[in-house]
T-cell receptor, first 111, second 116 residues
Framework: SQKIEQNSEALNIQEGKTATLTCNYTNYSPAYLQWYRQDPGRGPVFLLLIRENEKEKRKERLKVTFDTTLKQSLFHITASQPADSATYLC??????????FGSGTQLTVLP | DAGVIQSPRHEVTEMGQEVTLRCKPISGHNSLFWYRQTMMRGLELLIYFNNNVPIDDSGMPEDRFSAKMPNASFSTLKIQPSEPRDSAVYFC??????????????FGEGSWLTVV
């Protein structure tokens, strides 16, 4: 079965810096990857989707890359703000397009 | 549009009692998912329905857990009998299987279950 590993459970960065989160997957070659954000006490919310034939996708201060050779996706938040503090998740789609989530990376942006 | 609606939002129950969690997916969405989230195990997929039919229930932990989807606008997740280790946040999510957003799933706010 597919396995997802995110670079760390927690990441602290200073406000204004670029946060980079990593998602590695094994045993599967998904046609796309997604990134979700989860705030405490809330359900995850979709942010971005990137397909295997796309190298990069941007949305405002967010950027996602997808390297099918490395089996890795990078998620960048530029000019980070304390409001970006949350848990970020990168689920991998299964054969029936059900999404398997890891534990995510808890990002804290320090003012 | 209303999002995925779950009830109850919070429930505290005694070990051995039956627990029923309810979910109303977004209108027009064909797929429905039940997830469980704990600090130790993260967000786990329990069961996935498509057009009201269970497609993948491999994540259902034990026979104490059961899920039904009698129609396109309602699903239940039942735990009988409940145990303290079932304490978690249970999320329901739904997805439309056509259109530009067909790969995106939308989560409810979760049902926070505590079994004492």
């Amino acid at each position: 079965s597919q396995k997802i590993e995110q670079n760390s459970e927690a990441l602290n960065i200073q406000e204004g810096k670029t946060a980079t989160l990593t998602c590695n997957y094994t045993n599967y070659s998904p046609a796309y990857l997604q990134w979700y954000r989860q705030d405490p006490g809330r359900g995850p919310v979709f942010l971005l989707l990137i397909r295997e034939n796309e190298k990069e996708k941007r949305k405002e201060r967010l950027k996602v890359t997808f390297d099918t050779t490395l089996k890795q996706s990078l998620f960048h938040i530029t000019a980070s703000q304390p409001a970006d503090s949350a848990t970020y998740l990168c689920p991998v789609p299964g054969s029936a397009r059900q999404l398997t989530f890891g534990s995510g990376t808890q990002l804290t942006v320090l003012p | 549009d209303a999002g995925v609606i779950q009830s109850p939002r919070h429930e505290v129950t005694e070990m051995g009692q039956e627990v029923t969690l309810r979910c109303k997916p977004i209108s027009g969405h064909n797929s429905l998912f039940w997830y469980r989230q704990t600090m130790m195990r993260g967000l786990e997929l329990l069961i996935y329905f498509n057009n009201n039919v269970p497609i993948d229930d491999s994540g259902m932990p034990e026979d104490r857990f059961s899920a039904k989807m009698p129609n396109a606008s309602f699903s239940t997740l039942k735990i009988q009998p409940s145990e303290p280790r079932d304490s978690a946040v249970y999320f329901c999510a739904s997805r439309r299987e056509t259109g530009s957003r067909r790969n995106t799933i939308y989560f409810g706010e979760g049902s926070w279950l505590t079994v004492v």
